[in-house]
């Protein structure tokens, strides 16, 4: 006790008489007021380990004594809210899909569930924004190969096309003119240049002259008199730039003589009509709907 305490000639501060390697320890104890705070935080925590879902057991965990669960809230917050969603979605379920549209407030909930749909069912094909790709068509335009009415958008998700799955499937099969040799290589020339023409592309104005007459023979009963399409039968619009598998004398000739034929896959197996029909009546809002 009578022992004189050491001072730290650099800092002015007691040691605790503590030396490592010629480092002396300095005697500067926390704060109390700080101690006190820790301690506070201890005896909090024990509290909430008994109060809360804390501890991870053998068969389990254990439940707290407050039974608190987030979880169960969770659940308590979905049926919740599918409890709210219940009068759209049985509405949605009698009405016609026509007639959702005409209804603005129904209209609104099916396109809000119809874009959450799409992004999981849709989106992987058609984009995340619908713009398409090539083989993929953009839904956010006007240019339809089947028909962009509110019922033929619903009867294309229902049903696919080409989808030999459902027997109510669309169905349009361009010929093969060049495999199957249906025309000549001099032919297929002069109407892929034809139809780059009226396309408003590049073409040999000699070439597409010849063109026109195999045009009307071998093409307008599927793609119209002057290539504005044939919805009911699937027969693609022609008159303008606006390309499946691109456009171009050369791509319009790898089509005509080998032609490719696009599978969407019908949906009325996979998703349910409500599902379907928000389907519809979103991919209508996006612009391009007739």
């Not at 171009?248 to 599978?263: L, R």
Request: hydrophobic share 40%.
């Amino acid at each position: 006790m009578s022992e004189k305490k050491e001072i730290d000639e650099i800092s002015g501060t007691e040691t605790t008489g503590h030396e490592w390697d010629g480092i002396k320890e300095l005697n500067t104890p926390l704060p109390r007021w700080w101690l006190w705070i820790f301690y506070g935080t201890v005896i909090w925590a024990i509290g909430y380990m008994i109060a809360m879902p804390s501890i991870p057991l053998i068969n389990g965990a254990y439940k707290g004594v407050l039974g608190f669960s987030s979880r169960a809230n969770v659940v308590s917050d979905i049926e919740a809210a599918k409890a709210a969603q219940s009068e759209f979605i049985t509405k949605i379920k009698e009405t016609e899909v026509a007639d959702i549209v005409a209804d603005e407030e129904l209209a609104r909930f099916a396109r809000a569930g119809g874009e959450s749909a799409f992004k999981v069912n849709c989106s992987q094909c058609h984009g995340s924004g619908a713009q398409g790709s090539y083989g993929y068509p953009n839904l956010n335009d006007d240019e339809w190969i089947w028909g962009g009415t509110i019922d033929d958008i619903y009867n294309i998700i229902t049903n696919g096309a080409r989808y030999d799955a459902n027997e109510d499937t669309l169905i349009s099969e361009m010929p093969a003119f060049g495999a199957d040799e249906l025309l000549e290589p001099d032919e297929i020339k002069a109407v892929a240049n034809y139809v780059a023409s009226i396309s408003g592309g590049e073409a040999d104005s000699a070439l597409a002259k010849n063109g026109a007459e195999i045009y009307a023979d071998n093409c307008a009963a599927c793609h119209g008199d002057s290539g504005e399409g044939v919805a009911v039968l699937g027969g693609p619009p022609l008159n303008n730039a606006i390309w499946l598998y691109e456009g171009g004398v050369d791509a319009i000739t790898e089509q005509i003589n080998q032609p490719k034929h696009g599978v969407m896959p019908a949906w009325n197996d996979k998703l349910d009509d409500v599902t379907i029909k928000q389907l519809a009546v979103y991919v209508y809002s996006l612009g391009g709907g007739q």
